[in-house]
């Protein structure tokens, strides 16, 4: 990685324990992830990569250590880092009982849009 490489996650020595958990899920991670970089976070069942992606979306808070986003410390300002990040999930995450536009409504939602763009659109596609 070349010296100037913009850093677009930077975490440093995180740590968390979960309250009702007397081990660490995080036991100290370091990682810096650069602009432009295809990063895939790999492991064993219950290495972490949950509660890390978790983290990194401000969905958690950490126990100790900096994760940083952009510019942003995603421990003290989580609802920022929200409305710049998109999670695509494993499992095709969808209320199968509501209908196409309800689905999307919801998803409007968790990413800050106002409903009523959110029903422009979906006019658009789904009519
Ligand atoms: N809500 C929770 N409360 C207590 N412990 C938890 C909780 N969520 C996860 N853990 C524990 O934290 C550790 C890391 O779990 P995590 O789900 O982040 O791993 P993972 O790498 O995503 O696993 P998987 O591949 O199974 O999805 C595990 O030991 C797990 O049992
Ligand atoms: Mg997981």
Not at 10 to 26: F, H
Not at 85 to 109: K, W
Request: charged share 20%.
């Amino acid at each position: 990685m070349q010296a100037d490489a913009v850093k677009v996650i930077e975490i440093r020595q995180l740590r968390k324990k979960y309250k009702k958990s007397d081990e660490e899920a995080l036991n100290g991670i370091d990682l810096t992830v650069y602009k432009g970089e295809f990063f895939g976070l790999l492991g064993p069942n219950g290495a972490g990569k949950t509660t890390t992606i978790s983290i990194i979306c401000g969905l958690l808070t950490i126990t100790s250590g900096s994760v940083v986003v952009g510019k942003v410390d995603v421990n003290h300002f989580p609802r920022q880092i929200r409305r710049f990040i998109g999670l695509v999930p494993q499992d095709i995450a969808l209320y199968p009982t509501l209908t196409v536009r309800e689905n999307l409504i919801i998803l409007a939602n968790c990413m800050v849009f106002l409903v009523n763009n959110c029903m422009t659109e979906s006019k658009i596609y789904y009519r």
